[in-house]
C-alpha cells in the first residue's frame, strides 16, 4: 500500500503549520505489513484510498495519515519467512512479558491503610 503521509500538503499548508509539526510532516512512501506501529497499521488498514483517517496516538506521537493508493504485491518466500519469524518473535515476546507480569503480581505486596478519623493526610 502507498503509505499514508501525515499531511498531503502544499507548501502553502505546511507553512501553516506550527513549526514542530511541520518538522515531522512526512510522506512515508510504500508500506508492507509490520513495517508499522499496530497503532498506525490498524489505521491505515481502516481506510480506503484517498481517505484521511482520524487523528491517532501511538508511542511515537501524534499522527493523521491519508493512504494515498494500494497496490498488490506477491511477496517473495523469503519475505514471507521473515514475516512469519518477526510474527512469532512478538507472539513469544507478548508471552513471556505476560508470565513475568504475572509473577509480579504473585510477588506484590500491597497493603490499604485506611487514615483514622480527624488524621491529616
Not at 519469524?85 to 507472539?91: M, P, S, T
Not at 500491597?110 to 487514615?115: D, L, Q
Amino acid at each position: 500500500m502507498k503509505s499514508a503521509s501525515l499531511f498531503k500538503a502544499d507548501k502553502l499548508a505546511l507553512k501553516r503549520l506550527p513549526a514542530p509539526i511541520r518538522r515531522t510532516a512526512a510522506r512515508l512512501g510504500w508500506a508492507s505489513p509490520g513495517m508499522f506501529v499496530p497503532e498506525f497499521e490498524q489505521s491505515m488498514d481502516r481506510l480506503r484510498e484517498g481517505d484521511i483517517g482520524a487523528p491517532f496516538l501511538s508511542r511515537f506521537g501524534a499522527h493523521l495519515i491519508q493512504v494515498l493508493e494500494r497496490r498488490r504485491v506477491e511477496l517473495t518466500t523469503e519475505q514471507l519467512r521473515e514475516n512469519i519469524r518477526r510474527q512469532l518473535r512478538a507472539q513469544k515476546l507478548d508471552e513471556r512479558f505476560a508470565t513475568w507480569l504475572s509473577e509480579l503480581r504473585a510477588r506484590a505486596f500491597v497493603e490499604i491503610r485506611e487514615a483514622e478519623p480527624g488524621a491529616r493526610p
